[in-house]
């Protein structure tokens, strides 16, 4: 366990439904990122939040994604009218600027949207 | 493009054995190059992690070894065990300089299996 925590950890939905995903990051750490892994592929960075301020997004994350992070602490992913191609698990990781670099995983959120 | 390429894709080793999975990428701005483990229905853990100014560390049975001239790195574990079956990513982020590019782009995953 590292300290990263998601709810739920899986989440069935039909297609069009809208879902919310949340994210507890390790309480010291300033940075959080959200990336989505597909079966047999690595992990794709989404976005990336320092604090409150979302300062990178990718181009995967098309407009029916949002992504905040109020107050800096813990973080939501909302995936509006979910496509069957939204199924994955998305991560979320959190880091400490004055560490460095290291990312820790939570265990993720599985989506399958039928 | 994919930025960083892995293999091989799936690994068998025998318990005692050497287990070796390679690296290589294309960004030369990349600066920070870590290894993580994923087991079944659990998140990424980082295993080791190396900057491009050293071309050897080594924790317990866990060694990486960086090429930069080549643009390469691989992770090699010692006695392997059945325990250290998982699925193992490489991934690299950078730079650091400008304080922004700390995403990680990951490969696409070896899955070793190690038979008792």
């Known amino acids: 366990d590292t300290g990263v925590s998601q709810n739920p950890r899986h989440k069935i939905t039909k297609r069009g439904q809208n879902v919310t995903f949340r994210c507890d990051p390790i309480?010291?750490?300033?940075?959080l990122y959200w990336y989505r892994q597909t079966l047999g592929q690595g992990p794709e960075f989404l976005t990336y939040?320092?604090?409150?301020?979302?300062?990178?997004k990718s181009r995967l994350l098309s407009d029916r994604f949002s992504a905040e992070r109020p107050k800096g602490s813990f973080s939501t992913l909302e995936i509006q009218r979910t496509e069957q191609g939204d199924s994955a698990m998305y991560l979320c990781?959190?880091?400490?600027?004055?560490?460095?670099?290291?990312?820790?995983f939570g265990p993720g959120t599985r989506l399958l949207v039928l | 493009q994919q930025q960083v390429k892995q293999s091989p894709q799936s690994l068998i080793v025998q318990k005692g054995g050497i287990s070796i999975i390679n690296c290589a990428y294309e960004?030369?701005?990349?600066?920070?190059f870590p290894w993580y483990q994923q087991f079944p229905g659990k998140g990424p853990a980082l295993l080791i992690a190396?900057?491009?100014?050293?071309s050897e560390k080594k924790e317990g049975r866990f060694t990486i070894s960086f090429n930069k001239s080549a643009k390469q790195f691989s992770l090699h574990i010692m006695d392997s065990q059945p325990g250290d079956s998982a699925t193992y990513f490489c991934?690299?982020?950078?730079?650091?300089?400008?304080?922004?590019?700390?995403?990680?782009?990951f490969g696409k995953g070896t899955l070793l299996t190690v038979n008792p």
């Open positions: 960004n030369t701005a990349f600066d920070y």
């Open positions: 939040f320092q604090n409150e301020a979302q300062l990178e």
């Open positions: 991934a690299a982020s950078g730079p650091r300089s400008g304080g922004s590019n700390y995403k990680l782009t």
């Open positions: 990781a959190s880091s400490f600027r004055q560490k460095g670099e290291t990312q820790y």
């Open positions: 190396i900057r491009p100014d050293v």
């Open positions: 309480s010291e750490h300033n940075r």
